[in-house]
């Protein structure tokens, strides 16, 4: 049985969740701002932190 990795865009938020099944389960492996992207999905998968180059504090 294979693992299905595949991203899950949040547009009200501009976040795109990285989504894994494995069998009857499915989990957050990671997530990044902005719309899905090949290159940002496999950056991020397996990383539930990110980090902000700016405070978004006002």
Known sequence: MSNK???VYAQAD???FI???KGNTISVIGF???EPD???TEHYAGSLTAELAEDLEA
């Open 19 to 21: 989504m894994e099944e």
């Open 38 to 40: 090949g290159e940002s």
């Open 14 to 16: 501009d976040m795109t």
């Open 5 to 7: 990795i595949y991203p």
């Open 32 to 34: 990044y701002f902005g």
